[in-house]
Every structure is written in structure tokens, then in C-alpha cells.
T-cell receptor
């Protein structure tokens, strides 16, 4: 079975500071990993994905994520947080070469304080 | 493309009534997903279709829930009869086949309240 853990329900960071939202996963074989963001009363928006290749993936709005196979992690990062980054962030995983669909984490509420 | 379109955006209904949620996927996308989001259970995959055919409905909570996809541009999720515990935000998403590494695109959701 595949699973995703987002150990922090809430992350607070000051504007201008770097942010990290943590994600670890469990999957058979190689993973496809995704980050989505959800703003209030909106659907999920795709941020970035890791499929293969470079472990550092760059995505929308200045976000990036680093795939670490040994630690089975895919943490989301941004060098300098904006108040407008405040939202709910979801990590998701799917095993490569499988018909299984995405499994989402429980989400992390990011609040960037002015 | 306008993206995945869901209707209605909000639905308030009385317990026991039938509720129908609608979704128009992005044109050309082969997969369509129905998710439910609640505070307690997070995002749950209810059912998904590939080329209009239901592939996995193991996430559908009860027989009161049913989903159809009569053509490539339309899907419905029906709850009959509805119960208060069905109150949630229901999302539809679609993605192209183009290999298993493509991301899904989500609609804005339908907020269902059953009173």
C-alpha cells in the first residue's frame, strides 16, 4: 500500500524567511511525487512534481522540492516566503509503472506572517 | 480551456433528498476522478474513470453513492438518499493519459451541506 505523511498540521513562518513543508512517503518501487496547493474555497492547484532525474525540482511561484530516496522524503521549500503563500499544501504519491492513483497526505496549513 | 468545471458550487439539501453533482473535465483528458474532502478524513478518492469506464470505485462509501460518465465531457456523482455525514467538499479532477506521470487538474469543488 502507498501512503504519505505530512507530520505538521500547521507551519508558521515570517515573511521573507525560508519555508519548508515536510513530506515523507511509502510506496512500492519508484515513486511519482507531487505537491498541490489549495487556497480558501478553491480547488487544488498543481505546484510541482518529481518523476525522475534531478532530485531538486523547481515549480510554480518560486517553490522547489527535493527528492531524497534514502529518507523517502519530498520536502517543499521556498527561499523567501510571501504572505500570499499562505494556503493548505498537499503532498501526493503514486508508484511508477502502476495503474494506482494518487494518495494524498493530510495537508499542512502554511501561514506566512507579515 | 476553462479547466475542470463543477456545478453547483454550493448545495444545501435536506436529509433524504437526492443530490447530483456535475463535472465537465478538460477536453482531451482520459482520466476523471471524484474526491471528497472533509476535516476528519482529508482527501479521499471515491472513484475514477478511464475513457468513460469506471476503473476503481472502491472508495465509494456506500451504495447510496453512484457515479456515471455517459460521455467524455460529462460526469455525475449522485447521492441518494443523502445524509448529514455526507456533508463535505466534493472535487472532480481530470488528467491526460500521456503516461502515468501527468498531474491531475482539479475543479473548484462543490460544497455539499446536508441538514
Amino acid at each position: 500500500a502507498q501512503s504519505v505523511a505530512q507530520p505538521e498540521d500547521q507551519v508558521n513562518v515570517a515573511e521573507g524567511n525560508p519555508l519548508t513543508v515536510k513530506c515523507t512517503y511509502s510506496v512500492s518501487g519508484n515513486p511519482y511525487l507531487f505537491w498541490y496547493v489549495q487556497y480558501p474555497n478553491r480547488g487544488l492547484q498543481f505546484l510541482l512534481k518529481y518523476i525522475t532525474g534531478d532530485n531538486l525540482v523547481k515549480g510554480s511561484y518560486g517553490f522547489e522540492a527535493e527528492f531524497n530516496k534514502s529518507q523517502t522524503s519530498f520536502h517543499l521549500k521556498k527561499p523567501s516566503a510571501l504572505v500570499s503563500d499562505s494556503a493548505l499544501y498537499f503532498c501526493a504519491v503514486r508508484p511508477s509503472g502502476s495503474a494506482r492513483q494518487l494518495t494524498f497526505g493530510s495537508g499542512t496549513q502554511l501561514t506566512v506572517l507579515p | 480551456d476553462a479547466g475542470v468545471i463543477q456545478s453547483p458550487r454550493h448545495e444545501v439539501t435536506e436529509m433524504g433528498q437526492e443530490v447530483t453533482l456535475r463535472c465537465k473535465p478538460i477536453s482531451g483528458h482520459d482520466y476523471l476522478f471524484w474526491y471528497r474532502q472533509t476535516m476528519m478524513r482529508g482527501l479521499e478518492l471515491l472513484i475514477y474513470f478511464n475513457n468513460n469506464v469506471p476503473i476503481d470505485d472502491s472508495g465509494m462509501p456506500e451504495d447510496r453513492f453512484s457515479a456515471k460518465m455517459p460521455n467524455a465531457s460529462f460526469s455525475t456523482l449522485k447521492i441518494q438518499p443523502s445524509e448529514p455525514r455526507d456533508s463535505a467538499v466534493y472535487f472532480c479532477a481530470s488528467r491526460p493519459w500521456a503516461g502515468q506521470n501527468t498531474e491531475a487538474f482539479f475543479g473548484q469543488g462543490t460544497r455539499l451541506t446536508v441538514v
